[in-house]
């Protein structure tokens, strides 16, 4: 589909007061970063609904307050830490509830699979000693901006460690926004806050720059 198709089956977020944008499309490439690189993003599958949120949370990427307990699990390496090794099963531990329904539905993880592949969407994985998965983070990168989508945690902070070892590569990277899209209880103990629409708007234009894929600091440090 052509950017002007995109541009008439989404509402302009600059203009359009609600926060549903569009209803229908799929979950292709070429509309997943259309979306992300106008504000916009899917929050459900039958049928696919868009969303730009007002207010709009994010994180300062030099302020995030990680806890005591999970800064010494991360000076003790506790866990192993790697990045695009396990995309899909990142996403399908994203994707568990024990009991409510879940927005990460199969159409969802095609689609951002898809965008791994290409370079656009990329997870963390954290390991435990006997090299269990048991916590990840995932998200979308396009120029200095990060999409954080999911995260999960099957032992205690794991997924928290995850997002600590990802924020450290978005600042060796010199990232400039982190969308978090609406604060929850974990987000705002991290420091997420909200900004309005607009401002945030601004804040993705001139994060996004030439829009290129994101390539991961190989160092750890």
């Known amino acids: 589909m052509t950017q002007r198709t995109f541009d008439q089956f989404f509402k302009n977020p600059r203009t359009w007061k609600e926060d549903l944008v569009a209803v229908g499309g799929d979950f292709s490439t070429d ?19 868009w969303y730009c949120l ?24 506790k866990f192993r830490i790697s990045f695009n090794e396990a995309f899909s099963i990142v996403m399908q531990g994203c994707s568990y509830r024990e ?15 898809e965008l ?3 370079g656009w969407a990329h997870s963390v994985e954290v390991w435990n000693a006997e090299d269990v998965l048991v916590g990840g983070v995932y998200g979308v990168a396009i120029g200095k901006f990060f999409a954080g989508e999911s995260m999960f945690s099957f032992e205690s902070d794991a997924g928290k460690v995850g997002l600590f070892h990802l924020f450290e ?53």
């Open 31 to 49: 509309r997943l970063l259309y979306a992300y690189q106008h504000g916009i993003f899917p929050w459900s599958e039958d049928p696919v609904r």
């Open 54 to 77: 007002d207010p709009r949370a994010i994180f300062d990427l030099k302020r995030v307050h990680f806890s005591k307990t999970v800064q010494r699990k991360v000076k003790q390496k």
């Open 99 to 113: 009991k409510d329904n879940t927005w990460i539905t199969p159409g969802f993880i095609d689609g951002y699979e």
């Open 116 to 118: 791994h592949r290409l």
């Open 169 to 221: 590569k978005l600042n060796q990277s010199q990232f400039e926004l982190f969308d978090t899209q609406q604060l929850n209880h974990v987000t705002w103990q991290l420091g997420a806050y909200e900004i309005p629409k607009l401002s945030y708007l601004d804040r993705l234009e001139r994060a996004l720059g030439d829009c290129e894929p994101w390539i991961i600091p190989t160092s750890l440090d």
